[in-house]
C-alpha cells in the first residue's frame, strides 16, 4: 500500500514515522479539499437560508448522514446523530437515556479495558442514581475475562435482571485486543433482553468493516479525526425507537420545531440532538473521509495494519526479548494493528523522547486506560498504532529508534 503521496504532511515533514493513528489519524488531500471546498466556495449555515450557498451546504451535511448509515449499515440515515466525537456521543446517552434508564439498585456493566470516555461517563451515571458499577477484568490472555477455553462466553455472574446499561469498546485503544462484541451482545440480551448495549467504535471504525445490525447493540460511536476526518466531528448511531424516546441532550437552534410562550415542541430525530450551528465543514470532511477509506477497502486496511503488527511484534522480540513486555493477545487474529509495550525499567515518556529525537512519533503514558494500567500494575506503556501510510521501513525505524533508547538509558 503505497498512500504516502495522498498525505501532504509528508511534504513538510518528510522524514516523518507517525505511530499514532490510535490518537488521531493524518488527514489525506481529498479530506482537506473538501473542508477548504466548503470554506471557499459555499461557507453558509445550514437548514436555514434559502439561497443557493446555503441549500448546498445543507445538502452535503444532510448526504454525509446517508454516507455514514451506509458505512456502518444502519437502516436509516435518520438513526445517525452528529457529535463532537466519541466522548461527547457517549455523554449524550448518559445524559438522556442513562439518566431515565438507571436508578438506585439497577446495574452499570463496562471492562476495564475501557478508554475512558467509555468508563468515566458510566462510573459517574452509577455514582451518581445510586446503581451498582461493575467491571469485567481481563485475564492473562488480555482478553475479557468472560471468554472460556472452549470459545462461550460466561456473564452469569455479570448480567442480571437488575442490569440496565452494558457498554464494550470494540478494539481494545491500549491492548489492540478486537473483543468479539457480537457473540458478548447476544450473550448479554440472552440472559436480559432489556439490557442497554453501547460499543465503543472509535479504534475500530478506522480500520475494520462496521454493521450495527449484525453486532446486534443499541447504540455504537466513533470519532472522525482517527479515521482520517477532521477534529470536532463524530457520531453517535442509535435505534431509531430508543432515540425517538430520549429527550434532547441540548436546547437551541435547528432542534425546535414549534416554540411559544406557553411550550416548546422538537424536531424530530436526528435534528433533535443536533442543537446550534454544528461542525458543517467537519461532517463534509467526514464524508471525503469515509469516501477515501472505501475506494482503499476496509479490509485491505485491516490486513496492511496486521501485517504490520505482526511484523513489528515479531522484529522487536527478536532484537529485545525478554527485555520488552508486550500488551495484548498473544493471538495475531485476536488483535488490530496496535502494538503496546514496556521496555525494562525505562519509563515510556523517555522512550518516546528519544524516538521523537528520532522522528519517530509514539504515545506514551496510560493511553487514557489508567483503571487498566493499574490492572497490569504498570504505571505507563508505549504504543505503536498503524494506519494506511505506515510501511514495514517505518518498523524498521522503530526497531532502530528502541536500540538507541537502551544505549542511551540502560
Not at 16 to 28: I, N, Q
Not at 122 to 133: R, V
Not at 165 to 171: A, D, N, Q
Not at 241 to 246: F, G, K, P, V
Request: aromatic share 8%.
Amino acid at each position: 500500500m503505497n498512500v504516502k503521496k495522498d498525505f501532504p504532511i509528508f511534504n513538510a515533514h518528510p522524514e516523518l514515522v507517525y505511530l499514532d493513528s490510535g490518537a488521531t489519524s493524518l488527514k489525506p488531500q481529498p479530506v482537506i479539499d473538501a473542508i477548504v471546498a466548503y470554506y471557499s466556495t459555499y461557507s453558509a449555515n445550514i437548514h436555514r437560508g434559502l439561497y443557493k450557498i446555503s441549500e448546498k451546504a445543507s445538502a452535503e451535511y444532510e448526504d454525509t448522514r446517508s454516507v455514514v448509515a451506509r458505512f456502518i449499515n444502519a437502516p436509516s440515515p435518520n438513526e445517525i446523530i452528529f457529535t463532537s466525537g466519541t466522548t461527547e456521543s457517549i455523554n449524550l446517552l448518559t445524559s438522556t437515556i442513562g439518566g431515565s434508564s438507571v436508578g438506585q439498585g439497577d446495574e452499570v456493566v463496562t471492562t476495564v479495558m475501557e478508554h475512558h470516555a467509555n468508563f468515566v461517563p458510566w462510573q459517574q451515571l452509577a455514582f451518581n442514581t445510586g446503581a451498582d458499577f461493575k467491571v469485567i477484568d481481563i485475564n492473562e490472555n488480555h482478553e475479557l475475562g468472560i471468554m472460556k477455553e472452549d470459545g462461550h462466553i460466561d456473564l452469569t455472574n455479570i448480567i442480571t435482571k437488575k442490569t440496565k446499561i452494558f457498554t464494550i469498546t470494540l478494539v481494545s485503544n491500549t491492548l489492540g485486543t478486537i473483543n468479539p462484541v457480537k457473540e458478548i451482545i447476544a450473550a448479554v440480551k440472552a440472559i436480559n433482553p432489556s439490557v442497554i448495549t453501547v460499543v465503543d467504535a472509535a479504534q475500530a471504525a478506522p480500520h475494520l468493516s462496521i454493521d450495527v445490525q449484525d453486532l446486534g447493540c443499541d447504540f455504537l460511536a466513533f470519532s472522525g479525526h482517527k479515521m482520517l476526518g477532521p477534529t470536532g466531528v463524530g457520531v453517535l448511531w442509535g435505534r431509531k425507537q430508543l432515540l425517538d424516546s430520549m429527550p434532547p441532550y441540548q436546547l437551541g437552534g435547528d432542534m425546535i420545531n414549534e416554540v411559544s410562550l406557553e411550550k416548546t415542541t422538537y424536531a424530530k430525530t436526528p435534528h433533535k440532538f443536533e442543537a446550534g450551528t454544528p461542525h458543517i465543514a467537519g461532517v463534509i470532511g467526514l464524508k471525503a473521509a469515509i469516501t477515501y477509506l472505501q475506494q482503499i477497502g476496509l479490509d485491505t486496511i485491516a490486513k496492511h495494519e496486521h501485517a504490520l503488527a505482526s511484523y513489528a511484534i515479531d522484529q522487536i522480540n527478536k532484537e529485545f526479548g525478554d527485555e520488552v513486555a508486550m500488551l495484548g493477545p498473544s493471538d495475531m487474529g485476536q488483535r488490530a494493528g496496535i502494538v503496546t509495550f514496556t521496555f525494562g525499567t525505562i519509563h515510556a515518556h523517555d522512550i518516546s523522547q528519544i524516538l521523537d529525537d528520532n522522528n519517530i512519533a509514539v504515545r506514551a503514558g496510560h493511553h487514557c486506560t489508567m483503571p487498566l494500567h493499574t490492572r497490569l500494575d504498570i504505571t505507563a506503556s508505549t504504543r505503536a498504532s498503524f494506519y494506511v501510510y505506515n510501511t514495514q521501513e517505518d518498523v524498521d525505524k522503530l526497531v532502530m529508534g528502541l536500540k538507541k533508547v537502551k544505549q542511551t538509558l540502560s
